[in-house]
């Protein structure tokens, strides 16, 4: 079965320090996977997908085949990138399979 | 570019009752989805319209929901009669592509609460 996992539900760093939020996913195809967030009173956006390789308000994210995993990381999180994020694995036609979300706290 | 927009923002409404939501989508757009995040778990996929043809509707929980999308602009989705468990949060998300790579332009949600 096709699924996605983030295994993280809260991420709390401080101002400064690197953040990891971990995707994991199972799919039998190519999997076309990205990353979206919900900074708190907006709406759900496309931070970054696998297929454009880009770097986006310093997040990368490598799809790694053999692990199954595409990770999220930044080197130097900004109190600005607290938000909800959420991995989530295209399945043909554009509909969207989506993680359970990490909460990200970023602290002074 | 206003974005998509939904209708209403919060409904708060009785078991049994009735409830339609709108979803405008970015205009040009002919991919228009809904999705619904209920309390705890994971945002869902509902179902996807290409214009005014529903193309995939497999995520849809039952027979008491119906989506709709006459002449291709705007959609609803009516649930009827509402039960306890379809509280949520239900959103709507456009693209101007169907292929899987293209990004999906989300609406600020409509928030379901039903008593």
Not at chain 1, 43 to 51: A, D, K, N, S
Not at chain 1, 67 to 94: I, V
Request: net charge positive; charged share 20%.
């Amino acid at each position: 079965a096709q699924r996605v996992t983030q295994p993280e539900k809260l991420l709390s760093v401080f101002k400064g320090a690197p953040v990891e939020l971990k995707c994991n996913y199972s799919y039998s195809g190519s999997p076309e996977l990205f990353w979206y967030v919900q900074y708190s009173r907006q709406r759900l956006q496309l931070l970054l997908r696998h297929i454009s390789r880009e770097s986006i308000k310093g997040f990368t994210a490598d799809l790694n085949k053999g692990e199954t995993s595409f990770h999220l990381k930044k080197p130097f999180a900004q109190e600005e990138d607290s938000a909800m994020y959420y991995c989530a694995l295209s399945r043909g036609w554009g509909k969207l399979q989506f993680g359970a979300g990490t909460q990200v706290v970023v602290t002074p | 570019e206003a974005g998509v927009t939904q209708f209403p923002s919060h409904s708060v409404i009785e078991k049994g009752q009735t409830v339609t939501l709108r979803c405008d989508p970015i205009s040009g757009h002919d991919n228009l989805y809904w999705y619904r995040r209920v309390m705890g778990k994971e945002i869902k996929f509902l179902l996807h319209f290409v214009k005014e043809s529903k193309q995939d509707e497999s995520g849809m929980p039952n027979n008491r929901f119906l989506a709709e999308r006459t002449g291709g602009t705007y959609s609803t989705l009516k649930v009827q009669p509402a039960e306890l468990e379809d509280s949520g949060v239900y959103f709507c998300a456009s693209s101007q592509e169907f292929h899987s790579s293209y990004e999906q332009y989300f609406g600020p949600g409509t928030r379901l609460t039903v008593t």
